[in-house]
């Protein structure tokens, strides 16, 4: 903020007040500046805050968090021409005219962008204590349901399983929604799960993950129903040397788009690299899709601490798609991985 010459900072993104603050409510905003940082809620996170914000100095409003954040800047800056950072990725434009117009004149609002973000991406021993219990969940989820993936099963009731199973382990909510996916359609990479039976001889995608104590995991596995033919066990075996290939590459001082080329380049020398239709992996931890990227294009390099998913996968109209998933923090002595589901071509 001193670099910048803010005075005030207004964080608004409710993954970046939880970290900076421990507050859990969905309406709230953190005030930084003068001589430290309040949290502004409104009367319905009173106790809530007031237990998750330990130490902090909170203020309850009866009007929005964001009407009241306002109204704070309009009391603290009175003679004017203070600099206010705000999120520019998160904060609407209603949302900012609106905070404009409440803190008055004088004010200079000044965009940040990836501030908070950049702090998220390096995970401390606490947090990676965490995501590794959310990591081993969400594989233990994966190898109870497995017994119960056989033809006539349909997806929902798949996805449905998955989501009891990562509750009654602790899970607060899926990280996102449960993807279980099909025959031709395991080849649409984020396929919501229908009513449609899984058949004989094909091949299914299953991706979760459990948001446990705050933190994210995400897994993905595909298995075949049946004995897989040759082509199926040949992109399998592409998609697991890409994954590989990534995990090797994946090292403090690389940057992201080097990961993400070390497993297009595999794809790419089985003739399979069109086929591969998204980015290698993102960031994971108290949002499922996070700092740091690992795409093309991603020039930032990856520290130690950071934690990412490394996922390719192949995709093919009308046949089926394949996606081997796993969660790894990035650590100078090699990767480690916290899921530990099995990697091989599950035939069932
Ligand atoms: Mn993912």
């Not at 949302?95 to 995970?123: F, T, Y």
């Not at 025959?183 to 799960?193: D, E, I, K, M």
Request: charged share 25%.
């Amino acid at each position: 903020m001193a670099a910048r010459g803010l005075e005030w900072l207004v964080v608004v993104h409710w993954a970046n007040v939880y970290y900076l603050t421990g507050f859990t409510g969905s309406a709230g905003a953190l005030l930084v500046g003068g001589e430290g940082a309040t949290l502004v809620t409104d009367s319905r996170y009173r106790e809530q805050a007031q237990e998750e914000a330990q130490g902090m100095r909170i203020r309850v409003s009866r009007q929005s968090a964001l009407v009241a954040t306002a109204g704070v800047l309009s009391q603290r800056v009175r003679r004017g021409a203070a600099r206010v950072g705000f999120e520019a990725a998160h904060t609407t434009v209603a949302d900012k005219e609106q905070l404009a117009r409440g803190a008055g004149r004088g004010i200079r609002w000044v965009p940040v962008q990836g501030w908070m973000e950049g702090l998220r991406a390096v995970k401390d021993p606490g947090e990676l204590a965490t995501m590794r219990l959310a990591a081993r969940l969400a594989s233990e989820v994966f190898a109870e349901v497995l017994r119960l993936v056989k033809p006539g099963v349909r997806e929902v009731d798949l996805a449905a399983e998955i989501d009891y199973r990562m509750r009654r382990g602790g899970a607060s909510a899926p990280a996102f929604e449960t993807i279980v996916a099909a025959g031709p359609r395991s080849a649409w990479p984020h396929a919501r799960p229908t009513g449609r039976p899984l058949g004989r001889n094909e091949l299914v995608v299953l991706d979760m993950g459990a948001i446990l104590r705050h933190y994210s995991s995400d897994l993905t596995r595909t298995v075949y129903l049946g004995r897989a033919p040759s082509r199926i066990r040949r992109w399998y075996g592409a998609v697991r040397e890409a994954q590989e290939a990534a995990r090797q590459a994946l090292k403090p001082g690389a940057a992201g788009h080097q990961v993400d080329a070390a497993a297009r380049c595999v794809l790419r020398r089985h003739g399979l690299d069109r086929f591969f239709v998204h980015s290698t992996g993102h960031g994971l931890g108290i949002e499922v899709h996070e700092e740091p990227r690992l795409a093309r294009g991603q020039r930032a390099v990856l520290e130690a601490g950071n934690v990412v998913t490394i996922e390719p996968g192949v995709y093919v109209e009308g046949v089926g798609g394949i996606r081997v998933e796993d969660d790894f923090v990035v650590q100078a002595q090699g990767a480690e991985r916290l899921t530990s589901a099995p990697r091989e071509l599950l035939e069932i």
